[in-house]
């Protein structure tokens, strides 16, 4: 583990980073679009979220390249599940909060079995730390899951998928929108190596 860290500390660093600044993002976007009609909120969560993810492809796409360039070098081995250990790692304050509302969820419910009221405390202080730092999910359980603490699980998902996709298709050296927005592998230059 602690090798990991060491290996991998800068892009799991800048996934955290990245993190924030989408977290700022949306929750700006979640003022705004507050007094707004639903469409409005729906449609500001998701340019939020495609910020976020379109910031952490490009920072796993750039992981993924620079191990190519290491595999095709002899100096690391070919791991495509690299980019998904990373993402996991860095999604380890997402995990720790989830798990913090569904204690606080389970054990603090006034309609459940247990009804005590350090549970209610703990869900309604984890709900609210995971509320700003993962805020560009807002609109999503402002308007689809309040009450539903499955949902902060649900958020950590999408980045999993992208971390993992982004990782291999760097160390394909494929990307989704080359020059000029063309889909496709890198074309060779005219003139150059076929």
């Not at 909060?97 to 405390?121: D, P, T």
């Amino acid at each position: 583990m602690k090798s990991f860290w060491k290996e991998n500390s800068k892009t799991i660093s800048r996934l955290w980073l990245y993190q924030f600044a989408a977290a700022f993002m949306g929750i700006i976007l979640s003022f705004v679009s507050s007094n707004l009609a639903q469409i409005f909120t729906l449609l500001f969560g998701i340019v939020t979220v495609m910020f976020y993810l379109c910031l952490i492809y490009m920072v796993m796409w750039e992981a993924g390249a620079t191990e190519k360039i290491r595999i095709d070098g002899g100096r690391a081995e070919y791991k495509p599940l690299r980019g998904l250990y990373i993402s996991l790692f860095a999604n380890i304050p997402n995990f720790i909060l989830f798990i913090l509302i569904l204690i606080g969820y389970v054990f603090g419910n006034k309609s459940g079995a247990f009804r005590m009221e350090w549970g209610g405390n703990l869900y309604v202080v984890a709900k609210s730390a995971a509320l700003i730092w993962e805020s560009m999910y807002n609109s999503f359980v402002t308007l689809y899951s309040p009450n539903n603490p499955v949902i902060f699980l649900l958020m950590i998902l999408p980045s999993l998928a992208v971390c993992t996709v982004g990782y291999v298709l760097g160390l394909k050296n494929f990307k989704i929108l080359g020059g000029k927005f063309a889909l496709g592998k890198n074309k060779e230059k005219k003139g150059g190596p076929k």
